[in-house]
């Protein structure tokens, strides 16, 4: 995996725009610690930036609620073309524990689309950096 | 007597029969339920004369046959729950943010929880519902059910 | 009693830009903040609701995830008020199982806020260190709990693992290390001349206020308020391990700092001290699932401060009401005073972010967004936490 890694890494440093919409922080924090030294995926090459513009993954947590979706829809917009989203945790998936709760959407491919799905509730830092992963080999055009 | 019992001796001592009930439930909780006439005074005797200024959250309930908005104090980590009965046609009570101001966001959030006017509240806003949200749709209220909340959220898009 | 009205600042007409789903309004003349509004409701799910049509079993699992960060102490007030309505004492062991899981959980919430909150006032070297340093606390709780971030390890009459020997024994090694570390990064949160530039004097809340606004955890203690649910209202085994609770004096960023710093060194002498009394024998007894009626109030101190459910049962196997109130809702009263300038109190533009921070809010780590609406200019704009520290200090 390792020599795989380094050899997108020089093709493409991929910059990410993490937003969170309405997660319980349990996902939110796992994908920051991804970014510290114990894992530290900016050895990769990947970047946490502030701004969609300048993103190329939308690295999205939480269950959908309904206060955050025209916020989520606008800057999934924003983000230039070719983009790509990433889903973190069950509650993206499926609303995950909150399948019972009236006040979000039953997934986040209700409302933009979605590239990679990384189960767990929370997913442990390296899932996530193997979601990151999967979602390079995409942008490389390989799997599906 | 313990603090708990003599808390619930000054409050009987106090308002008589208008305590409808006081139980020690156990060490440190307490539960008290009153009728909202005369629900402020007992809030106030409780921070004039008992000495409490911590209110920790303020709990809505709906049993069908009446609301029920009851106020958790915190006083010498003796938790006192003050239930005030109110009628489910008539769904108003008396603020007590004038007498604890920590009170302004639960009675926010008992009123779009439950529809129920808090009279001489500065402000009615949402505290958490979204600002779209359906007017008059009160989530909390038992005669709401989940499925038609559902439709908010779940259609098939 | 405050004699500052929090809900209605009085500095003009309602301004459009207030509709916006952004969580904190600013309103500004120049540099300073003269008042403040704070919208939450960002991450309303529908809880209680849900809870309603859910047994207290699976409501467990929905508690533990109110918060990811502090989500044990909310399965654990569950437990409290549903276990006093049944009226049946849990085993003495489980009483600290939970005490070291409730601590583990202050050690990685007070760490990770400590990260957080050094990233707020432009210290991303010490938000490296402290995430590093944290990661020892992540192994341990993985190591007992079976999980990193939600432990599932509380049920209703007791938990659900127990803590063998020699994870007791990996324990007591990590909280040795962990106690060298925090009292250097103790001495470098006094010390080190920027931070306290930044936290000194910085998002005062007068202890008047703090009372007022029934401000809970360290935001307010670090007001002068001693109120710590685990010594008012003791559960769990805290009323058989002495401890200390934390309070400092000078109401700013700085003492809400020192507060947390205090009391990661109070928990790790807390889990020492529960993992040498704890007694033998079993961890859960078995209780009905269908609870009589009643009802119960159940308490902690959750890492930000008192956290709260109400339960009221029916004699069926789901709650007829379940009230849920999480900390940060409590002192997010007291946000917009200490973001008002009076008097001799300046709040600058600057200081936006990390006085946000200092009450430890259980948001998402993400970037907040801050609209300020200049009140003598007329003018109104969105800055990110990130944009003010870029403008404001050049690091």
Not at chain 2, 71 to 79: D, E, N, T
Not at chain 3, 181 to 193: A, G, N, S
């Amino acid at each position: 995996m390792k020599v795989g890694l380094i050899d997108w890494a020089r093709i493409r440093s991929p910059w990410i725009i993490h937003f969170n919409t309405g997660a319980c922080n349990g996902c939110d924090i796992e994908v920051v610690a991804a970014l510290t030294p114990r894992y530290d995926v900016e050895r990769f090459g990947i970047k946490l930036v502030g701004s969609p513009r300048h993103a190329d993954i939308l690295v999205v947590t939480g269950p959908v609620t309904k206060q955050v979706e025209k916020r989520l829809k606008r800057i999934y917009e924003q983000m230039p073309e070719p983009k790509f989203v990433m889903a973190v945790g069950n509650c993206c998936a499926s609303s995950g524990a909150f399948k019972n709760c009236y006040n979000v959407y039953p997934g986040l491919d209700n409302v933009i689309p979605v590239d990679v799905y990384v189960m767990g509730c929370p997913p442990k830092p390296e899932a996530i950096i193997y979601g990151v992963v999967k979602l390079i080999e995409k942008l490389q055009g390989g799997g599906g | 007597m313990t603090l708990e019992e003599e808390v619930v001796e000054r409050l009987k001592a106090k308002f008589g029969d208008r305590i409808l009930e006081a139980k020690v439930q156990r060490a440190r909780r307490i539960f008290v339920t009153v009728d909202r006439s005369t629900y402020k005074e007992v809030v106030k005797f409780l921070k004039d004369e008992i000495g409490v200024t911590h209110v920790s959250t303020m709990s809505g309930v709906d049993t069908l046959e009446r609301f029920e908005v009851i106020p958790h104090f915190s006083y010498k980590g003796i938790v006192i729950s003050v239930r005030s009965i109110i009628p489910r046609d008539d769904p108003v009570i008396d603020t007590i943010s004038d007498v604890i101001p920590g009170a302004l966001f639960y009675e926010k959030e008992i009123h779009e929880m439950f529809g129920i006017d808090i009279k001489g509240h500065p402000d009615l806003s949402h505290l958490e519902l979204p600002d779209d949200w359906p007017e008059g749709l009160y989530p909390l209220r038992k005669d709401v059910k989940l499925e038609d909340l559902f439709k908010l959220t779940k259609e098939e898009r | 009693m405050s004699s500052v009205d929090v809900v209605d600042i009085p500095v003009g007409p309602q301004h459009p830009a207030l509709k916006e789903p952004i969580n904190i309004t600013c309103f500004v003349e120049g540099e300073h903040v003269i008042g403040a509004r704070v919208r939450v409701g960002y991450n309303h799910r529908g809880i209680e609701k849900a809870g309603e049509n859910q047994s207290y079993i699976q409501n467990l699992y929905i508690a533990e995830r109110i918060c990811g960060i502090c989500g044990v102490v909310h399965a654990f007030s569950l437990a409290q008020a549903t276990e006093d309505i049944i009226g049946k004492e849990i085993p003495r062991r489980a009483d600290y199982i939970r005490t070291i899981a409730l601590e583990l959980n202050r050690i990685h919430s007070h760490l990770l806020w400590l990260g957080v909150a050094a990233h707020e006032i432009g210290f991303d070297t010490l938000f490296m260190y402290v995430w590093r340093d944290r990661e020892l606390v992540m192994d341990v709780i993985e190591d007992i709990m079976g999980n990193r971030v939600t432990y599932a390890i509380v049920t209703i009459g007791g938990v659900r693992r127990d803590i063998p020997p020699e994870k007791a024994e990996r324990l007591l090694r990590v909280m040795d290390v962990l106690e060298e570390k925090m009292k250097k990064y103790r001495q470098m949160c006094i010390e080190e001349k920027t931070l306290r530039m930044r936290a000194d004097g910085v998002g005062i809340l007068r202890k008047e206020d703090a009372i007022a606004l029934c401000a809970v955890g360290p935001t307010t203690r670090a007001s002068g308020v001693p109120f710590d649910v685990r010594a008012d209202d003791p559960h769990a085994a805290y009323d058989e391990i002495p401890f200390n609770v934390v309070t400092y004096d000078t109401c700013d960023v700085t003492a809400r700092i020192l507060v947390r710093v205090d009391e990661i060194l109070e928990s790790i002498n807390i889990i020492k001290e529960a993992i040498k009394k704890m007694p033998e024998g079993p961890i859960r007894v078995r209780l009905p699932r269908v609870v009589q009626p009643g009802e119960g109030v159940g308490r902690t101190e959750a890492p930000r401060g008192e956290v709260i459910h109400y339960v009221k049962s029916n004699g069926t196997d789901r709650p007829f009401r379940w009230k849920v109130r999480a900390p940060t809702l409590a002192n997010m009263l007291s946000v917009p005073v200490m973001l008002t300038s009076r008097g001799d109190y300046v709040v600058h533009i600057a200081d936006v972010p990390i006085t946000f921070a200092s009450i430890d809010p259980c948001i998402s780590c993400t970037d907040r967004a801050v609209r300020f609406i200049d009140v003598s200019k007329g003018k109104s704009w969105v800055w990110t936490f990130s944009q003010i520290k870029r403008i404001y200090w050049r690091r």
